[in-house]
């Protein structure tokens, strides 16, 4: 949690947690003495307090626990935890953004831990969806598609938003995202991608998201809120000014 407190992985929105919302409870599972030593399920379940998502946000773990006779046993710490609402920490795309490109970066982000390399693979496509999609750019192979964008920043005929700063981190994507979906010469040569990775890729993308299709959407929304104001002033030119009466006009007081 951040000093602006909980952030809803549903809705984004930040609020500070009350007990009315939070309940975070744990149980020994009287089971015997486990490989690990006793153990306990403990879950934390927070209702998001923004009317416009309320949405159950669910977390459970698996930890030691130190089973005391003269007090209360105590938990003693995470093995393993899971996420269980959302399934993922996938943020929400506006509908303007394509939805196979939505679909791929929810399943990237969905398998992240349970297979990085595949995670990586399904960015790698999604990127490769946005240079199509946003950027008209249809080539053979991402690599060629990648290397007729750069040509396009350098002589400055890409649309607002894709610049040289992000090129590196977008090649970085396509490189990474061939491990996984190009297996070596040598199959007994092993390229890992870890977690970590895989998020920075899923980052970049939700960085595009915002710099390419969400300001795109953000500018047509300004400018056609000018052209409404615009119009709406047009259709009143034709309107005649109300003439106040002989004599009652400012221009009855005045003085030469």
């Known amino acids: 949690m951040s000093n602006d407190g909980w952030q809803c992985p549903h809705c984004q929105q930040f609020q500070q947690l009350s007990s009315r ?7 020994h599972l009287d089971v015997g003495t486990t ?23 669910l ?12 007090r209360p046993n105590e938990w003693s710490g995470i093995l393993e935890s899971w996420q269980l ?6 943020k929400s795309q506006p509908e303007f953004i394509p939805e196979p490109l939505r679909a791929d970066y929810k399943e990237a982000c969905l398998i992240r831990d349970l297979s990085p390399k595949a ?17 008209q750019i249809n080539k053979g192979t991402l690599f060629e598609e990648i290397s007729e964008l750069r040509k396009r920043v350098d002589a400055g005929e890409t649309p607002k938003g894709v610049d040289a700063e992000t090129m590196d981190a977008i090649d970085a994507v396509r490189k990474v995202g061939n491990i ?15 977690a970590n990775e895989a998020q920075a890729l899923i980052e970049l993308i939700e ?50």
């Open 21 to 27: 919302a939070l309940e975070n409870q744990w149980f």
């Open 35 to 57: 490989a690990e030593g006793e153990l306990g399920l403990r879950y934390v379940a927070i209702r998001c307090v923004n009317p416009k998502c309320s949405q159950l946000t």
């Open 59 to 70: 977390n459970v773990s698996v930890g030691k626990v130190k089973v005391l006779k003269q």
């Open 85 to 90: 609402r959302p399934a993922s920490k996938a």
């Open 119 to 135: 995670s990586a693979t399904l960015s790698r496509r999604c990127l490769q969806g946005m240079i199509r999609n946003f950027c």
């Open 180 to 194: 996984g979906a190009h297996m070596k010469a040598n199959i007994n040569e092993i390229v890992d991608v870890d």
């Open 207 to 256: 960085m595009l998201f915002t710099d390419w299709y969400v300001a795109r959407q953000q500018r047509l929304d300004r400018l056609n809120r000018v052209t409404r104001i615009a119009d709406g002033k047009s259709e009143n030119k034709g309107e005649v000014p109300v003439e106040t009466e002989k004599g009652t006009g400012p221009e009855a007081h005045a003085t030469g």
